[in-house]
């Protein structure tokens, strides 16, 4: 069978890329469909024994071409795809996107945009930090730890509800401005279940600290140096806890970011544990951020209304997203249609450091470890063969794997 | 123009080809697609600038323009050079930013181009494994969205 099909795939050159040095039963493929994937991805990870020693990477099973895309449509309708470009941090892609056009047109944000800008972008870092300390739960083998975090961050996204009217794809980002304003009778309440939240936290940070499954699980796991991080460019809380000060709300301050007290968290280690802390402490600052926001919040419109075309010119935005550093870069002729728009998503930036982070470790924490880093990719591979005598390896195509199943169980069929 | 910037357009003046500032916050330095890796050098050796936010790439119809974006606090600073499409290749500046490499893979899939030097220039990132080799890169100018979408068998 493998004769047949070796020269149907186009791709067989790619397939054993970076593979020739190692020997067959030393190839591990790990995902894109693997339980501890919830989003596709695929690594072969080289082993000895129990430990990694080299792992290649292969992305883009979920690539839909949104640059592409974002020169066939207009600068607005761009703010609400961008949007969807995550489904967790997708107000940091949309206010990003229109703070790259903002620096094109030379109006002044109103104040109290700001601040809503900064209250929204700090709930989203909440329930995202919140999101990964249940999941972290999940995969260490606490589940309890996972079904109360989720719960607790329902509190966060009933606030998102209350003053966009959506959990996730908020939409209120908008060219010079936010599309809805928060009403003051409902503040007193979001500070209720702000300080909640915050309690909660303590009481997680003493779970972190002291629960033997966690600890067994996270000590240790996944060590990177600070210096491996610098070089490989990495970004957001994995760089803050290898204790690097490093975040764009402090270093290039927008939105409200310059009036609102802010407490850079930092670590002087990085292991899962070291992660999981910084977060429930990051998760802290927020709140606190979020509450003094709200009770400050200035007095104005929240909005100016612009015309639809955005000057001639190109700029580049950056801002402090849940996972790191969002990067925008916008060109413009002068028309309705952006001439050409990048996106750089933080797990892009932070995947060289992940698998750096997995080198070292054994099979069994390959779950916890990717998790590490927060990723947030998408999927669908084919299965990758090597033949180590033949120094030769192939592919499969879904249809074909099903085929050889088939055949392996019911020999009768070939005929 | 912030002592900052300054600092950096001084230091970047020998490979200096043109500066733009589309704005005090963006600082744009082109460069010979040659010296490229001499600008990269400079930029994290001599200024101590090591964060490479990203690399973009982008269709200006003779050429491909390759921005090597980097994160500095209160501005971003791009190296940018220009490179002909009649041979799309530059050195590769993972030597001297070993994170580069990842983004380098992008533009290598999204638009051709071919970083020397680039320990994974034989593989994809991010384009399908169907992605035949006769359509052109999908993010340069010439290639329409129909020819993308019917070459990875979205469309008949």
Redesign the interface.
């Known amino acids: 069978m493998q004769e047949d099909h070796e020269h149907d795939i186009?791709?067989v050159?790619?397939a054993s890329?970076?593979l020739a040095q190692y020997s067959v039963e030393n190839v591990v493929p790990f995902g894109p469909v693997h339980p501890a994937l919830k989003e596709p991805e695929y690594f072969k990870l080289i082993i000895e024994g129990e430990k990694i020693v080299d792992v290649i990477p292969?992305?883009?099973y979920v690539?839909r071409?949104l640059?592409?895309?974002a020169e066939?449509r207009q600068w607005i309708q761009n703010i609400y795809m961008f949007e969807r470009t995550c489904g967790i941090c997708s107000f940091a892609h949309a206010s990003t996107y229109v703070q790259a056009i903002e620096?094109l047109m030379m109006y002044k944000l109103p104040e109290r945009a700001k601040y809503i800008r900064l209250i929204i972008a700090e709930l989203e870092r909440i329930h995202s930090h919140l999101l990964w300390i249940g999941l972290m739960g999940y995969w260490s083998g606490f589940e309890t730890l996972f079904m109360w975090v989720w719960k607790d961050r329902e509190t966060i996204l009933d606030i998102e509800e209350a003053i966009s009217g959506n959990r996730v794809h908020k939409s209120i980002a908008t060219i010079e401005g936010v599309k809805r304003d928060i009403p003051e009778q409902l503040i007193p309440g979001f500070v209720e279940r702000l300080k909640y939240i915050t309690s909660r936290a303590q009481f997680y940070k003493e779970i972190v600290d002291t629960e033997e499954t966690l600890l067994v699980r996270t000590k240790g796991a996944g060590k990177i140096s600070a210096d491996t991080l610098?070089?490989?460019?990495?970004v957001g809380p994995l760089v803050r806890a290898a204790g690097l000060a490093?975040d764009?709300r402090k270093?290039?301050p927008y939105a409200a970011y310059g009036d609102v007290p802010l407490d850079i968290v930092t670590k002087s280690g990085v292991d899962i544990h070291t992660l999981m802390e910084l977060r429930l402490e990051e998760l802290v600052v927020s709140a606190n951020m979020v509450i003094y926001a709200l009770q400050n919040l200035p007095p104005g419109p929240v909005k100016i209304r612009v015309p639809p075309v955005v000057p001639k010119?190109?700029?580049?935005?950056?801002s402090e997203a849940p996972r790191g550093?969002i990067?925008y870069?916008v060109?413009s002729n002068g028309g309705r249609i952006p001439?050409?728009v990048?996106v750089?998503t933080p797990t892009?930036?932070n995947?060289?450091a992940a698998l750096e982070m997995l080198k070292g470790q054994t099979l069994a924490d390959v779950p916890v470890v990717l998790t590490g880093i927060d990723p947030c990719f998408g999927c669908m591979?084919?299965l990758s063969f090597a033949n180590n005598d033949t120094q030769k390896s192939w592919?499969w195509s879904g249809e074909q794997l099903r085929r050889y199943g088939i055949l392996h169980y019911f020999p009768e069929r070939s005929k | 123009m912030t002592n900052e910037t300054a600092r950096i357009v001084e230091a970047l003046q020998p490979v200096t080809l043109n500066k733009l500032t589309?704005?005090d916050?963006?600082l744009?330095i082109q460069v010979e697609p040659e010296n490229t890796t001499k600008a990269l050098k400079i930029m994290t050796d001599a200024l101590g600038i090591?964060?490479?936010?990203?690399i973009?790439?982008?269709d200006l119809g003779e050429g491909v323009c390759i921005?090597y974006?980097f994160?500095?606090?209160?501005?971003?600073v791009?190296v940018r050079t220009i490179i002909p499409k009649t041979s799309l290749k530059i050195e590769s500046g993972t030597a001297v930013?070993?994170?580069?490499?990842?983004?380098e893979m992008?533009i290598h899939?999204?638009f051709g181009v071919v970083f020397e030097g680039n320990p994974?220039m034989?593989?994809?990132?991010?384009?399908?494994?169907?992605y035949p080799?006769d359509i052109p890169p999908?993010?340069l100018k010439t290639t329409s969205?129909e020819k993308?979408r019917r070459a990875v068998g979205v469309e008949k």
């Open positions: 186009p791709s050159k790619e890329a970076g292969r992305i883009g690539h071409g640059e592409k895309a066939q620096g610098v070089k490989l460019c990495a490093i764009v270093d290039d010119g190109e700029n580049a935005s950056h550093e990067f870069y060109k001439d050409r990048k750089r892009l930036a995947l060289s591979d084919r592919r | 589309p704005s916050r963006f744009i090591k964060h490479l936010s990203t973009t790439g982008q921005d974006q994160a500095e606090p209160n501005h971003i791009a930013v070993p994170g580069a490499i990842l983004y992008e899939d999204m994974w034989d593989r994809k990132l991010l384009l399908p494994d169907n080799s999908p993010l969205t993308i």
